[in-house]
């Protein structure tokens, strides 16, 4: 399955294994992704700003065919863009993805394909999160430390 533009976002926070699987899927499926990089004030607890998580992602991502845009809310443009015709998820975010269609479909918009990334587990069998490399129980890899 291919797409001219696809849609993936988040908070980015330390580009964990979690978030790499999320791009790596991204990219797979789609000529051109839209990347929804959270707000520094709807994002939450973090350890890096905007421009830093944003420059991460440049760093990681190279050359490829992508645009970084700021969520100021839940949804970005992945509400009203005709454009787009597939959103990445984790299986954590895919109500969210759900929500989205149902608001798409309300302004008259086709509904995103939802493509769902399984959540990538740490060596213990618990999801890599960024909340658990701020509290050093996992490194980025979901190494135990």
């Given at each position: 399955?291919?797409?001219?533009?696809?849609?993936?976002?988040?908070?980015?926070?330390?580009?964990?294994?979690?978030?790499?699987?999320?791009?790596?899927?991204?990219f797979?499926?789609?000529?051109?992704?839209?990347?929804g990089?959270?707000?520094?004030?709807?994002?939450?607890k973090?350890?890096?700003s905007?421009?830093e998580?944003?420059?991460?992602?440049?760093?990681?991502l190279?050359?490829?065919?992508?645009?970084?845009?700021?969520?100021?809310?839940?949804?970005?443009p992945?509400?009203?863009?005709?454009?787009?015709?597939?959103?990445?998820?984790?299986?954590?975010?895919?109500?969210?993805?759900?929500?989205i269609?149902?608001?798409?479909?309300?302004?008259?918009?086709?509904?995103?394909?939802?493509?769902?990334?399984?959540l990538?587990?740490?060596?213990?069998?618990?999801?890599?999160?960024?909340?658990?490399?701020?509290?050093?129980?996992?490194?980025?890899?979901?190494?135990l430390?």
């Open positions: 399955m291919r797409f001219r533009k696809v849609a993936v976002g988040g908070t980015f926070d330390g580009l964990h294994r979690g978030h790499r699987a999320l791009l790596e899927k991204a797979e499926i789609g000529d051109w992704v839209l990347i990089l959270t707000k520094d004030s709807f994002s939450g973090k350890t890096r905007f421009d998580r944003k420059k991460a992602l440049e760093t990681y190279g050359g490829r065919r992508y645009e970084v845009v700021e969520l100021r809310d839940p949804y970005g992945a509400v009203s863009d005709p454009s787009l015709e597939a959103i990445v998820v984790s299986e954590e975010t895919e109500p969210r993805a759900r929500e269609n149902e608001i798409r479909a309300e302004r008259g918009l086709e509904a995103l394909e939802i493509v769902v990334v399984p990538v587990l740490a060596e213990n069998g618990r999801p890599i999160s960024s909340t658990r490399i701020r509290r050093g129980e996992i490194d980025e890899e979901g190494r430390l």
